[in-house]
């Protein structure tokens, strides 16, 4: 009952932010005269063919004559500029920029199972490089695809326990490291690139180096005896809620383990940014078949402070929370690039493209994750939701932690 209250929560969270986000973003072509700073006129129009075409075509609704305009500056002194609806930009796809970031995304969900299969090694489990890959697209689905609270990391690691009998314990501290190796590396990327555009980016950067210094505290604590006595952490915990702390004690369990294989870590976090790099480059290469307008560059800051972000479990996989994080900092950090427009209608306009491109990157991955369901299909030894559920309990008790 109370699994099902706390999805139907997030469920409406998710309809509030997409409600609230979208009822800010025009669905309509519009075509609109400026004489300086104010709106002189503005048309609702049918971009017929591209909205990057010169000169540019299109109709007036219920007329079927198509007409053309040239945008930029008039001859009486006005500007004439364009301002697409949130579908037009999907319908002027490009499909081979489109096709690329989609391999890229495939890219890093094989070197992101792949540094799985390298931690789950070190455990000493006898998961084949296959099998773990197999298990990473079942987790990617269930992320995805499958409703409810139930995470992927969970069922990919329910899969391994089954293949490994008797290895509980280093399958979950394999997920939670390769978890938080995945997050410090990709702080880590945001924060090596902020650092070549401070000005731009100094608010964005205070957090990015919080976060930086978070994991890399963390990690201090967990592989140092003397910080762990210092800070006294057993007794921290053993004083933390019953839930929370047994969650920590698990996380610290996790990492205190592999305090002997400080190779692994310093080799997957290296690993680890450039599947970033490549996962970003999917973004890049999406958002360029949209013809966003957003500068290379900027993707490599505001990319991964949006994926930090959206790692919280406030909504199932992201989705409106995304495109809330999207359309602001899209606005935000966009808008001076888009010349000739005023600050309000060109944050607006890279507020619409922000969410057309998350939204179609996300139903881009859910595509993807559709390969998990093969490999579900497929499996002989599924697992169940009463075994998810149990392992969900098990994980929350005191016993799954001190085991």
């Avoid at 990391?153 to 938080?180: E, F, N, Q």
Wanted: net charge positive; hydrophobic share 55%.
């Amino acid at each position: 009952m109370k699994r099902a209250a706390v999805a139907v929560l997030k469920l409406a969270v998710v309809v509030g932010l997409f409600w609230f986000v979208f009822r800010q973003i025009p669905f309509v072509d519009r075509l609109v005269e400026r004489r300086g700073e104010v709106v002189a006129v503005e048309r609702e129009v049918d971009i017929v063919g591209s909205w990057q075409a010169t000169p540019l075509r299109y109709r007036v609704p219920g007329e079927a004559a198509v007409l053309e305009a040239r945008l930029g500056a008039q001859a009486d002194g006005s500007s004439l500029s364009v301002a697409p609806g949130f579908l037009t930009y999907w319908r002027n796809l490009d499909p081979l920029l489109f096709a690329a970031g989609a391999l890229c995304y495939f890219l890093t969900a094989l070197i992101a199972g792949t540094r799985w299969w390298w931690l789950l090694r070190v455990n000493g489990t006898g998961v084949s490089l296959l099998e773990t890959l197999r298990f990473t697209w079942i987790g990617i689905f269930f992320n995805t695809v499958m409703p409810g609270n139930t995470g992927g990391d969970v069922v990919k690691a329910l899969y391994t326990m089954k293949r490994c009998p008797g290895h509980r314990v280093p399958v979950l501290v394999s997920v939670i490291v390769d978890r938080v190796l995945g997050l410090g590396s990709l702080a880590i990327l945001a924060a090596i690139v902020v650092l070549f555009a401070l000005d731009d980016f100094a608010d964005l950067a205070v957090w990015i180096w919080l976060v930086i210094a978070g994991v890399a505290l963390l990690g201090a604590v967990a592989f140092s005896k003397r910080l762990r006595n210092l800070v006294r952490l057993k007794w921290l915990l053993d004083r933390l809620p019953q839930r929370l702390g047994n969650v920590l004690k698990l996380v610290d369990q996790a990492v205190f383990f592999y305090r002997d294989h400080k190779f692994v870590i310093a080799a997957s976090l290296l690993v680890g940014v450039v599947n970033h790099v490549v996962s970003v480059g999917s973004v890049v290469l999406i958002g360029h078949s949209l013809g966003v307008g957003m500068p290379t560059f900027e993707y490599f800051v505001i990319v991964p402070v949006i994926n930090i972000l959206s790692a919280i479990p406030i909504a199932p996989n992201g989705w409106g929370f995304g495109e809330a994080l999207y359309k602001g900092l899209f606005a935000t950090y966009g808008a001076e690039h888009l010349a000739g427009m005023a600050p309000n209608a060109a944050a607006e306009t890279m507020g619409t493209r922000g969410v057309a491109l998350s939204v179609l990157y996300r139903l881009h991955l859910t595509f993807w994750s559709l390969l998990g369901g093969v490999f579900l299909f497929f499996e002989k030894d599924r697992v169940t939701r009463d075994e998810v559920a149990r392992e969900v309990e098990r994980e929350r008790s005191d016993a799954g932690v001190a085991e």
